[in-house]
């Protein structure tokens, strides 16, 4: 009897370990399958940003190289396309942004360059997107910035500032407007800075 046991005994452990060297064997056949290892390449759009100022591309540049030019209208004193005491005119910042997928916002200040001669020139007023029926114009002063946001994929959206030679609280005397207006190097300049930040 004890040798009966002994035979059950043998066979329960050599079972035994049949069952587990096939468990384990089992188990590194059905994980080996979950450890495979692939790669895909996942091609993702990037946003565009491409903004253009008055038809000029800004990638990378500080300063536009084409100048912007403001219109002025003469009157039965003073001739067509001139600047005089007193003369307002005004000029167009396009700002094209077909070439945007962002919404982003734009904040547009104004400075006098030292190197302008007529120091008495300045932005007086401004229209956002100027139509026939839009004619909403705002003051604007020197320690506010313009601001706003434009629309990914806008086209032509207008910033429309109206200048000034400002002889009533300019710091030029009559002298210096007369020097100005009679030498033919004199410059009349003003800085437009604008300044983008994509809307998050």
Known sequence: MKEEKVKDFKFIIVFILIVGFSSIYLAQVSLARYRKQTSAEIDVNIAK?????????????????????????????????VIAPGSVGYCDIIIDATGVDVDFNYELNSIVPEDSDLKDLKITDYIINPTDTNTDVSTYDEVSSITGTIQKNTDNYVIRLYIKWDEETGTMDNKQDTDVAINPYSKALIKAILKFQQKI
């Open 49 to 81: 940003w491409n903004i253009k100022i008055n038809n000029e591309d800004i990638d990378n540049k500080v300063t536009l190289s084409n100048k912007i030019v403001p219109s002025f209208t003469g009157n039965e004193y003073v001739k067509d396309s």
